[in-house]
C-alpha cells in the first residue's frame, strides 16, 4: 500500500490532566506505529510533545512542512486547546482528522480527567469559524477497529487531495469534433483546483513512436510482454505498432510530468499509424499511468482520484454506460473499445479489432465481477460535482471490447442523474468500495459529492467501518 505521511498534532488543555494527556498521546503513537502509519512527531517542540501554545505553532508549520506532510492527526489528549489547532489547520490547508480517545469511568471522588469527546464539540465548531473543512473519527479507543479503519480511510482521502492538487494529464490532440460532451474548461481547471493539461498535437506523438521504433529495445519487452500475457491475434507489424505506441505514450508523460493520459483516439490516429490505441492504453493503465479515450480531460481526471482512493491498490478502468440489461431491470452494461487493464480481467484479453471500426489494436475481455465503485467527476457552468456509488457484476451476455454487466440498486435514478448532467456516458470503475473515501475527499477538493444512490449517512457511517479494499 502507497505510504502517506501525516503530521502527529496532539493537543491538550491547561485545566485537565496533563499527565494523562501525555499517556494518551504517547499510547496513541504506539498504536500508530503498530499500525505502520508514517508520521511527523512535534516531539522536539516542546517537552510534553503536546500543542497548546501559540508559540510553538510556527514551528511546527515549518516541520511539517519541511517533512511534506499531506494530512494532520489531531488527536485530543484531553480536551485540547480549539483555536491553536484551527489557526494551525487554516495555515496548512491540508486535510484534517479530528479524534479523541474515549473517556474511562470517573473516578471514585467524580473526578474526570480529560473529557476529549467535550474538546472535539468546541474544535469542531472553531474549525467552521475558520471555514476549515475537516474529517472527524467517531470517539473511541485505540484498539477498536473503528480506530484503524478510520485512519486507514483517512490516510487514502489524503491521497486523493494531493492527487487531485498535483494532477497533469498529457493531452494527445483536441477531442474528435463529434464528442461535444467530453469538452472541458482548460483555464478554469487551473484556476480552480490547479489542475494542468499539456497538450501535444499528434505529429509530436508519431514522430515519438518513430523515434522508438528505431531504438527497438523498449518496443521489442513490450511485444514480448504482450505475446505471454495476451492471445494476439493481430499482425506482428500491428503489435509492433501497438508495442511503439505504449512507449512513446509513457515517454511523453514522463517528458511533461504527466500522471495520466487523454488521447483523441479517432479518427486522425488510424490515419497516421493504421491501429486502435486500444492496447496501447490498456497496457499503460496496467502499469498505474491512467489514460482514456476520446481526450476525456475529466474522465482522466477520474481515474487518477479512483486508483488514488484505492492507495493505488487497484487497476481502474474507463467505461461507456453503454445499455440496460436485457433481463435485469437494474442491469447495464459497462463497456469500451478495450483500453481496460489486463488485471480486470476475469480471462485472458484478445488483440484484435473493436466493435465499430476495422482497425487492429483493440482488447476483448469480460471484466471480474464483484462489488465495485463507479465514479464520475465532470462539471459545467462553472460547478464541478463528482458522481459516485457502488455496483456489483452480474453475468449477462457477451459483447464485444472489454467490458462487465453491473447491477446497481436504482438504475432510473442513476439514468437520470446522467442525463440530467452535468455528468456524460463516461465512467470509470475500481474493484474495491472506495465511496466512503471520495465522498470525504470531495469537501477538501471544493467539489460536490454526488450519491446516486442517495444513501449519504450510509456513506458517513461507512467511512470507519469499512476499511479501503
Known amino acids: 500500500m502507497k505510504k502517506i505521511k501525516i503530521g502527529f498534532l496532539p493537543t491538550r488543555r491547561s485545566i485537565f490532566s496533563a499527565p494523562d494527556a501525555v499517556k494518551y498521546a504517547n499510547l496513541t503513537r504506539e498504536r500508530l506505529r503498530e499500525l505502520g502509519v508514517e508520521f511527523v512527531d512535534i516531539v522536539d517542540v516542546n517537552k510534553e510533545g503536546l500543542f497548546y501554545d501559540e508559540g510553538d505553532r510556527e514551528r511546527i508549520q515549518e516541520k511539517f512542512r519541511a517533512e511534506g506532510v499531506k494530512g494532520i492527526f489531531i488527536p485530543h489528549c484531553n480536551f485540547g486547546t480549539e483555536y491553536v489547532c484551527a489557526r494551525l489547520a487554516k495555515e496548512m490547508g491540508l486535510p484534517v482528522l479530528l479524534w479523541g480517545p474515549r473517556d474511562e469511568r ?6 474526570r480527567l480529560r473529557d476529549s469527546q467535550c474538546g472535539l464539540f468546541a474544535t469542531g465548531k472553531v474549525l467552521r469559524r475558520f471555514r476549515v473543512p475537516f474529517t472527524y473519527m467517531t470517539n473511541c479507543r485505540l484498539e477498536d477497529p473503528e480506530f484503524e479503519r478510520g485512519m486507514r480511510n483517512f490516510l487514502a482521502v489524503c491521497n486523493v487531495v494531493d492527487v487531485f492538487r498535483h494532477t497533469r494529464i498529457l493531452q494527445i490532440a483536441p477531442r474528435p469534433f463529434d464528442f461535444w460532451s467530453t469538452m472541458c474548461n482548460e483555464g478554469e481547471l487551473l484556476e480552480r483546483f490547479n489542475i494542468q493539461l499539456s497538450p501535444i498535437p499528434m505529429p509530436e506523438l508519431t514522430a515519438e513512436m518513430k523515434r522508438v521504433m528505431e531504438e527497438g529495445c523498449e518496443a521489442a519487452k513490450v511485444v514480448e510482454y504482450c505475446n505471454s500475457n495476451m492471445c494476439v491475434k493481430i499482425k506482428p507489424e500491428e503489435l509492433a505498432n501497438v508495442a511503439a505506441l505504449k512507449v512513446a505514450m509513457k515517454n511523453l ?4 510530468g504527466c500522471n495520466a493520459i487523454a488521447i483523441q483516439c479517432w479518427n486522425a490516429l488510424q490515419g497516421e499509424i493504421g491501429i486502435m490505441p486500444c492496447a496501447a492504453n490498456s497496457l ?6 491512467p489514460v482514456v479515450c476520446e481526450t476525456d480531460i475529466h474522465g482522466a481526471i477520474t481515474a487518477v482520484l479512483v486508483e488514488a482512493a ?11 454506460w453503454t445499455v440496460r ?3 435485469n431491470e437494474n442491469g447495464e452494461l459497462l463497456q469500451h473499445c478495450g483500453p481496460w487493464p489486463i488485471s480486470v480481467a476475469q480471462e485472458k484479453p484478445v488483440i484484435g479489432y473493436p466493435l465499430a471500426f476495422e482497425h487492429p489494436g483493440a482488447v476483448e475481455a469480460q471484466a471480474k465481477l464483484g462489488e465495485m465503485t463507479l465514479a464520475r467527476f465532470d462539471g459545467d457552468n462553472g460547478e464541478y460535482s463528482m458522481l459516485l456509488g457502488n455496483a456489483k457484476g452480474v453475468e449477462g451476455p457477451y459483447t464485444k471490447g472489454t467490458y462487465v454487466w453491473v447491477e446497481v440498486k ?11 448532467g452535468p455528468y456524460i456516458h463516461h465512467c470509470v470503475g475500481i474493484h474495491a468500495d472506495v465511496v466512503p473515501v471520495l465522498y470525504e475527499a470531495c469537501k477538501y477538493m471544493g467539489v ?9 449517512e450510509e456513506v458517513k457511517e461507512a467511512f470507519c467501518q469499512a476499511g479501503v479494499l
Open 448 to 456: 460536490k459529492a454526488d450519491l446516486y444512490d442517495d444513501n449519504p
Open 410 to 420: 436504482n438504475l432510473r435514478r442513476l439514468e437520470a442523474r446522467l442525463v440530467e
Open 284 to 289: 499503460l493503465n496496467e502499469e498505474g499511468i
Open 310 to 320: 484505492g492507495m493505488d491498490e487497484n487497476r481502474s478502468f474507463f467505461a461507456d
Open 325 to 327: 440489461h436485457p433481463d
Open 106 to 111: 470517573p473516578d471514585e471522588n467524580g473526578v
Open 253 to 256: 508523460a514522463g517528458k511533461y
